[in-house]
């Protein structure tokens, strides 16, 4: 059951690749109206199952938010910078980071099989670019999802807290709504962002792809093994590229493929070895 809804939850973070792609706002706005549109339901959800918690994991809810916003941010604007196929695999480096984190944060020395697919993972990256260090830094999209994928991996180690102890679908609706007042708030007093509603349509697709590939992949870690449940997740890289070449008609050369496959299996690689 854990490996299916792991399955759902990578197809529907391609589908919110893909919609944001197609939206027609971008950056702040984007962000601000994927959050906005699952507001109502979310609310709900927190008014019927709302349970009081300690200070601590308020803390980690506003931390956890905080690092959300930021990456949702740098999520819309680098899909609408670049190629989908080239910017969601990028998405593979979070257990890279993760692996990182848990070696500077709680001193736990890597085994041998996540050191590999450490260094996997950067070799295929810089073959899908020829090896040209100077086109892999010039390339925004790339750049920005870099910085997604730092942000998503320190928050899941927040998130993993929260989801065990309030439930995956109640801690949901906190953190996207905690990160929508962080937005609002944002625009409001520091931009002048216009908040038009034109344009919007597809952010309703990439409002339900958000809620639900987050949902389910709480759902899939309570069910089964957490590093199992995020080797099956890479496959949204796959199912990203797949979707673009179809529904967006970009062209995915046979470099830019092996290089997708190879991410993640060293993504798959540094989880497992865990």
């Given at each position: 059951?854990?490996a299916?809804?792991?399955v759902?939850?990578?197809f529907?973070?391609?589908?919110?690749?893909?919609?944001?792609?197609?939206?027609?706002?971008t950056?702040?706005?984007?962000a601000?109206?994927?959050?906005?549109?699952?507001?109502?339901?979310?609310?709900?959800?927190i008014y019927?199952?709302?349970?009081?918690?300690?200070?601590?994991?308020?803390?980690?809810?506003?931390?956890?938010?905080l690092?959300?916003?930021?990456?949702?941010v740098?999520?819309s604007?680098?899909?609408?910078?670049?190629?989908v196929?080239?910017?969601?695999?990028?998405l593979?480096?979070?257990?890279v980071?993760?692996?990182?984190?848990n070696?500077?944060?709680y001193?736990g020395?890597?085994?041998?099989?996540s050191?590999?697919?450490?260094?996997?993972s950067i070799?295929?990256?810089?073959?899908?670019?020829?090896?040209?260090?100077?086109n892999?830094?010039?390339?925004?999209?790339?750049?920005?999802?870099?910085?997604?994928?730092f942000?998503w991996?320190i928050?899941?180690?927040?998130h993993?807290n929260?989801a065990?102890a309030?439930?995956?679908?109640?801690?949901t609706?906190?953190?996207?709504s905690?990160?929508?007042?962080?937005?609002?708030?944002?625009i409001?007093?520091?931009?002048?962002e216009?908040?038009s509603?034109e344009?919007?349509?597809?952010?309703?697709?990439?409002?339900l792809a958000?809620f639900?590939?987050?949902?389910?992949?709480?759902?899939?870690?309570?069910?089964?093994?957490?590093?199992?449940?995020?080797?099956?997740?890479?496959?949204?890289?796959?199912?990203?590229a797949?979707?673009s070449?179809?529904?967006?008609?970009?062209?995915v050369?046979?470099?830019?493929?092996?290089?997708?496959?190879?991410?993640?299996?060293g993504?798959?690689?540094?989880?497992?070895g865990v």
């Open positions: 059951m854990w299916i809804v792991a759902l939850s990578a529907f973070l391609s589908i919110r690749d893909i919609s944001t792609k197609s939206s027609k706002v950056g702040l706005k984007s601000y109206f994927t959050l906005l549109i699952i507001q109502p339901l979310s609310l709900i959800i019927n199952e709302f349970q009081w918690f300690e200070f601590e994991l308020l803390t980690v809810l506003l931390i956890a938010s690092l959300d916003s930021l990456a949702i740098a999520y604007y680098a899909i609408k910078a670049g190629k196929s080239e910017s969601a695999p990028i593979c480096f979070i257990p980071f993760q692996l990182g984190i070696f500077w944060w001193g020395v890597p085994s041998f099989l050191l590999f697919g450490v260094i996997l070799v295929f990256v810089m073959y899908s670019y020829k090896f040209n260090v100077k892999m830094l010039s390339n925004l999209s790339s750049l920005l999802m870099v910085c997604v994928a942000c991996s928050s899941s180690m927040f993993k929260g065990q309030l439930g995956p679908i109640l801690w609706c906190l953190v996207v905690t990160s929508f007042v962080l937005v609002t708030f944002y409001l007093i520091f931009t002048k216009n908040l509603t344009g919007i349509q597809m952010n309703i697709v990439t409002s958000h639900m590939t987050l949902i389910t992949f709480y759902w899939a870690s309570s069910l089964g093994n957490v590093a199992f449940v995020s080797v099956i997740r890479r496959l949204s890289a796959l199912f990203s797949l979707f070449t179809i529904l967006l008609k970009e062209t050369s046979n470099r830019q493929w092996i290089g997708i496959v190879g991410v993640m299996l993504a798959s690689l540094v989880v497992l």
